[in-house]
């Protein structure tokens, strides 16, 4: 017996055999990381989260711009339905009280 392949046989050679059961492993490895990657809840759960807590991130920033732009635009409708104020100078300071005024004639000279 040789391990040199008959032409006329349809069986595979020792060659083509190997190359088959490489293949063969190389699958079922993938197969087993899928199954694993599925049973693994907690792994799935943080995923998860994460991509809600992205979702969130995104919104927040969406509605933020809103509020903003509605913000600037509420403004820019109160700027222009005020009507403008007139300029009468800085107010005029008022006397402080310092208490009662004393009685002409009551101060005396020691």
């Known amino acids: 017996m040789t391990d040199q392949p008959r032409p006329d046989s349809g069986s595979p050679t ?10 063969t ?4 490895g993938q197969t087993i990381e899928a199954l694993a990657a599925k049973a693994d ?4 759960a943080k995923e998860k989260a994460a991509a ?6 995104e ?6 711009h809103q509020i903003r732009a509605t913000a600037e ?3 820019h409708l109160v700027k222009e339905k005020t009507p403008p104020r007139s300029w ?4 005029t300071p ?17």
Do not use: F, H, I, M
Request: aromatic share 2%.
């Open 59 to 64: 919104k927040t920033a969406e509605v933020t």
């Open 94 to 110: 008022r006397p402080r009280s310092a208490g009662p005024r004393p009685v002409p004639g009551s101060w005396r000279r020691t």
């Open 41 to 44: 809840v907690k792994a799935q």
């Open 14 to 23: 020792p060659e083509e055999l190997r190359e088959q059961v490489g293949r």
């Open 73 to 75: 635009q509420a403004a």
């Open 52 to 57: 809600v807590k992205e979702q969130a991130v």
């Open 25 to 28: 492993r190389d699958e079922l």
């Open 88 to 91: 009468t100078g800085p107010p």
